[in-house]
């Protein structure tokens, strides 16, 4: 009989560490509170317009890819992918918006640099070299491996690698240091926000994310991201796994401190392993109920951390097809640093920046004829940050704003009488969907302190059979950055097996 594993959560990296342990013989089930895989990458329908919840640029793909070969599989089969050009628009808020287009063409892109002049050239492409240099480093060393003790860390080769990652400032300091023009330093640093923290605080290693744009393009899944999703569900069961949707998991069985189980509507179901996707502070405050096998993660020191920005977002059908307007559009605050502080301070925000994906532009099936689907996002607090409550006063406030600042970009003027069909997710629906801790989107903060050895790792120490995984977990948050979650969680399992007792 092959060893029973049980997974809590269908998200991405539940499915990759999930897809992982059954293609090397482990008897995995997945246990999903939700009716479809994908955790945040979800997908709402309404009136003929498809939607994706959470994420929606697709980087770093051939991590996407590897899942599906892994399995022996051609990923084009799967998730066929196109790269974007433009990558995305940018428009800054001003008296009139100044407009940027980014090109996924290297080419394109030095002639939008040169105009800044050559001291902003020379910067930027020294900034280009500086980071990929680091990302080297940081692939090979940091984001790729687990550390389960502190001499895993605390060692000689490792501290001359970490000095060489050199991110002791912050991702919009690092950009400034390289490059004059505000706008270029803004435009290079604001992705920041993909994982939840301000460039002002985010670790200047966090600027290797544009870089990633740059260098290996922004691509888009037919059918949008939950499609990657939906795949590797699918692969999954091919591999000969089994998916309960509608199950929550009230709480795992942990004995002696080890692993039993997870018990559900008061019936305990066994297995040799349990894999947790649950997001982690939820997981260790809620699923684990022995104090000691959550170790240093106690509800003090768990509410004590830091967490990552929630996000707010419309979903508008549109009519019309929009043809003037790419597939991502970034607009910027005109006071970009209030805007950060009130997001991390849990102040209402006044005018705050929004991002614009049009999933239609790319994949005509996405909206009815004649007509587009919109996402529209704001960047705001997580729950507990927040000074304000989510009433409907709140969000006719960001509509509000958000639709102000749209219709100043061309082709969107008469936005707000041609939106046809709308939902909303608020940091709420996060939590109640996702069981994201305080509803912070992007779990913990990877701030330095909460990165590498100090962010929670794939392995219990204190509980043996338990494993976790997930944004919360290192190396963080983001898709092909949970994927790598989701495989290093199967390989530290996979490493604690011995070998005869496998099968
Ligand atoms: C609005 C938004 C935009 C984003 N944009 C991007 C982007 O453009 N590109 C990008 O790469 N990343 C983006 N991200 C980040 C990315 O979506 C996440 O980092 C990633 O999807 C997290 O995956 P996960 O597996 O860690 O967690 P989750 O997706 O949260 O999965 C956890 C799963 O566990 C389930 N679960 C929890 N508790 C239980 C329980 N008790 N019993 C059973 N099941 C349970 C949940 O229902 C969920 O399915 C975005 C996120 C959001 C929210």
Redesign the pocket.
């Known amino acids: 009989m092959n060893k029973k594993v049980i997974v809590?959560?269908?998200?991405?990296?539940?499915?990759s560490a999930a897809i992982r342990l059954q293609k090397v013989g482990y008897d995995v089930e997945i246990?999903?509170?939700?009716v479809m895989?994908?955790?945040?990458?979800?997908q709402l329908m309404a009136d003929g317009h498809t939607f994706d919840?959470?994420?929606?640029?697709?980087?770093m793909p051939s991590v996407y890819r590897e899942v599906f070969e892994l399995a022996g599989r051609d990923p084009d089969d799967y998730i066929p992918m196109t790269k974007l050009d433009p990558m995305y628009e940018v428009y800054f808020k001003d008296k009139q918006y100044r407009h940027y287009r980014i090109s996924s063409d290297l080419v394109d892109l030095m002639e939008m640099v040169e105009k800044k002049g050559p001291e902003n050239a020379k910067g930027f492409l020294a900034y280009l070299a500086e980071i990929y240099s680091r990302y080297q480093v940081a692939l090979d060393h940091f984001i790729s491996r687990p550390f389960r003790k502190r001499s895993d860390i605390y060692n000689p080769k490792m501290i001359r690698q970490a000095l060489k990652l050199k991110t002791f400032d912050s991702a919009d300091h690092m950009m400034a240091s390289f490059m004059p023009d505000k706008d270029l330093q803004q435009m290079l640093s604001f992705q920041t926000l993909?994982?939840g923290v301000s460039p002002k605080k985010g670790p200047s290693l966090y600027n290797i994310i544009p870089m990633i744009e740059l260098l290996y393009g922004v691509w888009f899944v037919k059918g949008g991201?939950h499609t990657v999703a939906e795949k590797m569900a699918e692969l999954f069961e091919e591999l000969g796994g089994k998916i309960n949707y509608n199950?929550?998991?009230?709480g795992i069985v942990i004995e002696e401190n080890k692993v039993k189980g997870v018990s559900i509507r008061d019936k305990v179901t066994e297995a040799a392993y349990v894999v947790c996707?649950?997001?982690f502070p939820?997981?260790i405050t809620?699923?684990v109920k022995e104090p000691k096998a959550r170790g240093r993660f106690t509800p003090e020191k768990v509410d004590k951390m830091d967490y990552s920005c929630s996000?707010l977002?419309f979903y508008w059908g549109v009519d019309g097809e929009c043809e003037e307007l790419a597939a991502h559009t970034f607009i910027i605050s005109k006071d970009l640093d209030d805007n950060l502080e009130r997001i991390f301070d849990g102040r209402l925000i006044e005018d705050p920046s929004i991002y614009l994906h049009i999933p239609s532009r790319v994949d005509r099936d996405m909206a009815p004829s004649g007509k587009s689907s919109f996402y529209v996002?704001v960047p705001v607090s997580e729950l507990e940050t927040a000074k304000y409550e989510w009433t409907e006063e709140t969000i006719e406030h960001y509509r509000n704003s958000a639709l102000a600042t749209l219709q100043e970009i061309p082709g969107l003027s008469d936005l707000k009488d041609r939106i046809t069909t709308e939902l909303i997710?608020t940091p709420k629906d996060?939590k109640k969907?996702?069981?994201?801790y305080r509803g912070a989107?992007?779990?913990l903060q990877p701030t330095l302190r909460q990165s590498n050895h100090w962010r929670p790792q794939a392995k219990s120490m204190e509980c043996e059979g338990l494993y976790f995984?997930?944004?919360?977990t290192h190396p963080g948050?983001?898709?092909?950055?949970?994927i790598e979650?989701?495989r290093i969680c199967a390989e530290e399992l996979r490493r604690d097996e011995p070998e005869d007792d496998f099968k």
Request: net charge negative.
């Open positions: 809590i959560g269908a998200g991405i990296a539940g499915l246990f999903e509170q939700e895989p994908g955790g945040k990458m979800h919840v959470g994420p929606t640029l697709v980087m993909y994982i991201m199950t929550r998991v009230d996707n649950a997001d939820y997981a809620e699923l996000c977002v996002l997710f996060f969907h996702f069981s994201a989107t992007f779990g995984t997930g944004s919360s948050a983001g898709v092909p950055i949970v979650s989701g």
